[in-house]
């Protein structure tokens, strides 16, 4: 390919395979930008959509300045958030694995006396257990597979724990309640550089947890989260309510919108509620390269720790 002396500005609209379309272009001198697909589709909708009708959009588009590109992370934070994604693949393989075993012990009437069925009790157990093939074989790989993820996840931690020693966000991240070593890490990745957000509810409003709104006139509809940010930001976020749901600080909101929703609804909108005001905390944390402090109302008194 050959190297143009003047820029060429190219389009490509987000997909599988985008950022590595931007990435060759760049090399040879290309502006690149990468439009969001959704907002594409609500400046220009189609009756007929076609790649020669979309290349056509982006085309017209750019020519007017008016793509509506997406913020795309520095190969260094890319790594960092896939070295973070893969830690969490391999932990939900891994819980796949400990249902399964625990599906075969309730299905051939096995109790289990101890909490940690995975761990020297439990390893004794289940060696001492009668199975037929081939659920038996079954088991045994699956210990097997267990242990492997185990040291593999390990290992991810560890390197976390080295680098994110360095990273400049995580140190006041662990001081926001819910927020350890590995979900800090997750969050500080997932969010990038905080200056790109120019206020709290831009941050809110990219993780996702927000309801969606649907409005015609004076109606006001409010529907379930729009889930539209990246997923792993929202899981670090909803992992750091669920820790923080039990903190003296947020203990008693909580459990205040917990009752008033009822059992059935009250536990999840009050975790999403937590996580939506952990992620304001977190603007205010980053924005101001400040520790966690908690907002306290003129006239109330913080809630004592045991």
Not at 85 to 104: D, G
Not at 159 to 167: E, I, P, Q, T, Y
Not at 208 to 227: F, Y
């Amino acid at each position: 390919m050959a190297v143009y002396e003047e820029p060429i500005r190219g389009v490509v609209e987000s997909m599988n395979g985008a950022r590595y379309v931007h990435d060759e272009l760049v090399r040879y001198g290309w502006e690149v930008l990468v439009a969001d697909a959704v907002r594409v589709k609500g400046l220009a909708p189609l009756a007929c959509k076609t790649d020669k009708v979309d290349a056509s959009v982006l085309a017209e588009l750019s020519f007017r300045d008016l793509v509506p590109a997406i913020w795309l992370p520095t190969p260094e934070l890319r790594a960092e958030r896939e070295r973070s994604r893969w830690r969490l693949h391999l932990v939900k393989h891994r819980a796949i694995l400990k249902n399964r075993v625990h599906s075969s012990l309730i299905a051939y009437g096995h109790q289990v006396p101890m909490a940690d069925l995975f761990g020297v009790a439990g390893r004794r157990l289940l060696a001492s257990l009668d199975f037929p093939e081939p659920w038996l074989g079954h088991v045994k790989a699956s210990l097997e597979l267990i242990d492997d993820l185990e040291r593999r996840i390990g290992e991810i931690e560890n390197w976390l724990r080295r680098s994110g020693a360095d990273h400049r966000y995580l140190p006041l991240l662990l001081t926001c309640p819910g927020i350890g070593w590995i979900t800090g890490y997750k969050i500080a990745a997932e969010i990038g550089d905080i200056n790109r957000f120019a206020s709290p509810v831009k941050l809110t409003g990219y993780t996702g947890l927000c309801p969606r709104v649907s409005q015609s006139g004076e109606i006001d509809c409010r529907g379930p989260i729009s889930k539209h940010g990246p997923r792993y930001l929202r899981w670090g976020l909803m992992e750091a309510a669920i820790a923080a749901s039990s903190h003296p600080l947020y203990r008693e909101r909580y459990q205040r919108t917990r009752r008033r929703l009822g059992r059935q609804r009250g536990p999840k909108i009050a975790q999403i509620e937590l996580a939506r005001k952990l992620s304001e905390a977190i603007w205010y944390m980053l924005t101001r390269n400040q520790p966690f402090k908690p907002f306290v109302p003129a006239g109330a008194v913080l809630p004592l720790t045991a």
